[in-house]
């Protein structure tokens, strides 16, 4: 079986998990429900100790759950929605868990006397955590669109876990139009199901983020209680030192190296929604045309996209990389790959109104691309980390930007 059976995948996200909430972290009223400092600490707590749980067991079961998707699957593959790299696709319990979790925190009430449980209406469960995540024909209620059998599964899997269902029968069958009112608690811990209603909170409550399932990997799953600070939403926000802990540790020293050497030099960091991208620019231009390097961070490894300003230069990087490294930067294998949307596609000799028209010379021979290119060279090679680091030390010297 392939190194990255499903397995690699929940080992992969087990280890993302946020180790700790600060003990100085303090909740805004709306979210507290109740519950003091130390029992927020706990509930959280909890809750991350539930998800390394889940992790673990849905390992365990590497060879019983989503099985003949699961062969597709390839981290290299296509990223499209039914592609063989895409994780949701290949193994959709991915998807299914988070979703039924964060329906029934969001819809549920917590109460916390006598006993900490979550009260749910079975039908608000089958209202629409996310609107704009619902408009994608794969997304389109997931509830909806399980089978009882795919549903009984899922149900079992958070039986397993500790959580129990009262009120209501879910061992042959899960109608949530017939359950009506039922109530969750955990037998493992209390607190369980208050992080639950913490955690799909927090998920849910950050600005601009498009659509929930953006934040299923990066925010739920990792146990990410940090917007719950504000009551204003505010964007999601990622630390680059959490994110890549799954990675080897060459790759996290290079990286933090690299980190602190493009902030030292006054490159500002920004990350993608999904955190699986991470951008230096430098202050003061645009996130494009002012790239230094992009990061790329997920399941098959770390990859490195140097900005290209430079090489419009003579003493620039091209004259050490080695050739298919330049038909990657010269887009000579893919020429209508990476623009920035405003070029007329394969034709970059017409200004692009977008400002990512640009002009080298390598080896004698003219040639113009478009400057928000997106090859990626890999860092598990150690002389390929070398030349990036060379590439962004002279992107920061040498180009006007």
């Given at each position: ?15 993302l998990i946020i180790p700790h909430t600060p003990c100085g972290f303090v909740v805004a009223e709306s979210f507290r429900y109740g519950l003091t400092d130390s029992e927020l600490l706990k509930s959280m707590e909890a809750f991350r100790e ?149 955690i799909a909170e927090a998920t849910m409550h950050h600005k601009s983020y498009i659509k929930a399932e953006n934040l299923f990997y990066s925010a739920f799953f990792r146990c990410d209680f940090n917007s719950l600070a504000s009551v204003k ?169």
């Amino acid at each position: 079986m392939s190194k990255y059976n499903f397995a690699y995948v929940c080992n992969y996200f087990k280890a993302l998990i946020i180790p700790h909430t600060p003990c100085g972290f303090v909740v805004a009223e709306s979210f507290r429900y109740g519950l003091t400092d130390s029992e927020l600490l706990k509930s959280m707590e909890a809750f991350r100790e539930f998800l390394h749980l889940l992790f673990d067991k849905l390992a365990a079961a590497d060879n019983k759950i989503d099985v003949e998707s699961g062969k597709k699957y390839d981290p290299y593959g296509d990223k499209g929605p039914r592609g063989s790299g895409k994780i949701s696709y290949c193994f959709p319990v991915m998807r299914d868990l988070p979703y039924i979790l964060i329906a029934l925190g969001i819809n549920g009430k917590l109460e916390t006397s006598p006993k900490i449980k979550l009260i749910v209406n079975g039908k608000d469960v089958l209202t629409a955590i996310c609107p704009t995540t619902e408009k994608y024909p794969e997304n389109y209620h997931r509830l909806l669109m399980m089978n009882n059998e795919r549903k009984l599964e899922m149900f079992s899997l958070l039986s397993a876990l500790g959580l129990r269902f009262h009120g209501v029968d879910f061992a042959n069958e899960v109608d949530l139009v017939k359950a009506g009112q039922f109530s969750i608690t955990s037998e493992i811990n209390e607190y369980v199901v208050a992080g639950l209603k913490l955690i799909a909170e927090a998920t849910m409550h950050h600005k601009s983020y498009i659509k929930a399932e953006n934040l299923f990997y990066s925010a739920f799953f990792r146990c990410d209680f940090n917007s719950l600070a504000s009551v204003k939403p505010k964007k999601h926000s990622i630390q680059l030192s959490e994110f890549i802990k799954a990675q080897p540790p060459e790759i996290i020293k290079w990286i933090m190296d690299v980190d602190k050497y493009l902030k030292d030099c006054g490159c500002k960091l920004s990350h993608s929604m999904g955190g699986d991208e991470f951008t230096y620019t430098k202050r003061s231009t645009g996130i494009m045309k002012g790239r230094v390097l992009r990061i790329h961070i997920g399941i098959g490894g770390c990859f490195g996209t140097p900005g290209i300003n430079h090489l419009k230069y003579s003493n620039n990087i091209l004259g050490v990389l080695p050739d298919h490294i330049v038909d990657m930067v010269a887009n000579k294998t893919n020429p209508t790959h990476g623009t920035c949307g405003h070029c007329i596609k394969g034709d970059f000799i017409s200004t692009c109104k977008n400002g990512g028209r640009l002009q080298f010379n390598y080896r004698g021979e003219d040639i113009v691309r478009c400057r928000f290119t997106s090859f990626r060279i890999p860092l598990d090679n150690a002389e390929y980390r070398e030349l990036v680091r060379k590439w962004i030390e002279m992107e920061l010297t040498t180009s006007s930007l």
